[in-house]
């Protein structure tokens, strides 16, 4: 046996510890490779003698010493990846995990038809054999989803029977062949837009609004897409936006809310399984439409809160959070077809920067209160009361483009941002708010204020008159979420310490929404 363990000293410790030599090598090697401060101090130790010559030579060599160190890197990480996609190369990995989907989907369509297959079996004896149906759907589904001749801008129209989208066809027909973009004014200001607007809709159509209102409504725009219009029947809420449309030339979309709104498919639509149609929507033919355009464009969801409009508008609310406007899209449907509407890319339609959604309240027992996210994201204004008939001059419609239009909301946030004044008395009112209501400015808030004030005042309001309706509609509304029943002293205490911070009778907005809260309460 001792024999045995000096040959296996011998022999097989020799080998081991060639190994650990090898092994140990390896790891010099790297360190030698990786250890830059190591190279500069070397480089400091040799460099006082160095010529020109040596330089470059030195350049050279350190070129090549970073090249190696990437290769190295670079197999090490493809060995890795090859590791953790369990031995095979990425491009294989990537065409097994698309046959998965493929087979994924093969088996969803095909439950999906074994299902219908059943269903009209039970009640048709003389339904064809299975596997020959399934083979002609399954034919019909491949040359639906591999598209060959896509739809597009430039090729000729398409006969809106053969697409399963019929009015979004029509719709790319018309711009293809009928459409002629309009001149637009590029030189009105916001201050002649609201006081034009306000003389058409009296002159043309017959409906009275107090310049605040349009100074309010237009700063609104400026603001956030989505806006608020509420009150008692009768005033005007849906006039408003209706006659916006007529005074820029593009017709107002007028989306009526039905009580039984309670997901996305009732603003989108949804594609019918069994007619192989998609039944569209006003809505969708609303932001569809408004990518071929520039004109600014309203959709007024009627009466939006006799459904529930966090279920339904959760989507949108959403989509119009995100920061970059290229990712306001909304997905329609999971595969495009070659006669689909040309501006469906990838399923998806896009939300144009020219749509402003406008949503109408009646505040009465048959509607539903609406939830804290969409007021917060919306800008809310109350019309309560018609402004009393006046005359004015016949005043003519415009054109205007949206990019007119942004570009005068960005130049008047530059040359009327919030004054560091009124900064510092919200500052005061918030301190207030948070020590005796435990309310505050959230940051949304404050973004709204900051792009709101200079709108306002750009449409020929003041500061103050700006601050006062903001404050009013997004800050004192939160009240409502609170018990007053018990808090009228304080809420008396607040309206003087608004004439205490402002000025006696400045925040009329707000003293009033105070005393309406405490008669309600």
């Known amino acids: 046996m001792n024999n045995f363990f000096n040959y296996f000293t011998e ?111 039970m009640g ?42 019929f009015r979004l066809t029509c719709v790319d027909n018309y711009y293809k062949t009928e459409y002629v973009k309009p001149e637009y004014d590029d030189e009105i200001t916001l201050e002649q837009l609201c006081e034009r607007f306000r003389n058409f809709a009296a002159s043309q159509l017959k409906l009275y609004y107090d310049i605040d209102m349009m100074r309010f409504f237009i700063a609104s725009m400026g603001t956030s897409r989505i806006i608020i219009l509420q009150g008692i029947s009768g005033t005007g809420k849906t006039s408003l936006p209706y006659a916006f449309g007529k005074f820029v030339q593009k017709d107002t979309t007028v989306v009526s809310v039905q009580p039984s709104w309670r997901e996305r498919t009732e603003l989108y639509g949804y594609f019918n399984e069994f007619t192989k149609r998609y039944a569209e929507t006003e809505f969708l033919q609303a932001i569809y439409e408004c990518n071929y355009f520039r004109d600014p464009h309203m959709v007024i969801l009627d009466e939006m809160n006799i459904a529930r409009v966090e279920y339904y508008f959760a989507e949108m609310l959403s989509i ?8 306001w899209k909304v997905d329609i449907v999971t595969a495009v077809w070659d006669n689909d509407p040309c501006l469906i890319e990838n399923g998806k339609v896009q939300i144009s920067n020219n749509v402003w959604i406008v949503g109408t309240i009646n505040n009465d027992d048959s509607t539903f209160a609406v939830a804290d996210k969409v007021y917060d994201r919306a800008i809310p204004i109350d019309l ?3 402004a009393d008939p006046f005359d004015c001059e016949m005043t003519d419609p415009i054109y205007i483009s949206t990019d007119r239009l942004n570009d005068l909301f960005d130049k ?77 002293d304080e809420l008396t205490k607040f309206s003087n310490y608004l004439d205490k911070v402002f000025g006696k009778n400045t925040m009329v907005i707000c003293k009033e929404y105070i005393e309406q809260l405490k008669k309600n309460n």
């Open 384 to 386: 309560d009361s018609r």
């Open 124 to 165: 048709d004896p003389e339904f064809p054999e299975p596997e020959e149906e399934n083979k002609e759907e399954e034919t019909e589904e491949e040359n639906a989803l591999v598209p060959s001749n896509r739809n597009t801008l430039e090729s000729p129209c398409v006969d809106p029977s053969d697409s399963r989208f």
């Open 320 to 327: 119009l959070e995100m920061p970059l406007q290229e990712e």
């Open 11 to 121: 022999d097989i410790g020799r080998v081991f510890q060639a190994f650990v030599e090898v092994i140990s090598s390896i790891f010099n090697f790297l360190n030698y490779l990786f250890n830059f401060p190591m190279r500069m101090n070397i480089i400091k130790e040799h460099s006082a003698t160095f010529s020109t010559t040596d330089w470059v030579m030195l350049l050279i060599a350190n070129i090549m010493i970073i090249a190696l160190c990437g290769i190295i890197i670079y197999f090490v990480g493809k060995f890795i990846t090859k590791v953790f996609h369990g031995g095979i190369s990425r491009k294989e990995y990537e065409k097994m995990a698309a046959q998965v989907r493929t087979l994924q989907r093969e088996l969803l369509r095909s439950n999906y038809e074994k299902d219908k297959i059943l269903s009209l079996k």
């Open 412 to 488: 008047a946030k530059d040359e009327y941002p919030v004054s560091q004044e009124i900064i510092d008395k919200l500052e005061l009112v918030n301190s207030y708010l948070i020590k005796n209501f435990r309310l505050a400015f959230g940051n949304r808030i404050m973004k709204q204020i900051g792009d709101f004030v200079p709108c306002f005042i750009a449409c020929g309001g003041t500061e103050t008159q700006a601050i006062d309706f903001i404050v009013a509609k997004k800050v004192l509304r939160k009240f409502e979420s609170l018990s007053l029943g018990f808090m009228k």
